[in-house]
């Protein structure tokens, strides 16, 4: 079942199969961010997103690297 309602939401909610995330929005997401948050998602990275805790690891670890 996909979630539609933004409380139902964890870390492991698929982006795909719960929320309905197409490639082209799993990209777009992506795109917005890397300039929401400064940082620079890398295509390896973007090959392992998955669920949501997938793309908050990915957010967290970049921001860190990425902080002067």
Do not use: Y
């Amino acid at each position: 079942d996909r979630v539609h309602d933004a409380q139902q939401v964890r870390p492991e909610t698929d982006l795909f199969d719960d929320l309905g995330l197409s490639s082209m929005m799993a990209v777009n997401l992506v795109v917005d961010l890397e300039r929401a948050f400064d940082i620079v998602i890398r295509e390896a990275d973007f090959d392992g997103l998955r669920t949501v805790g997938d793309l908050q690891r990915v957010v967290e670890t970049r921001t860190r690297e990425q902080s002067p």
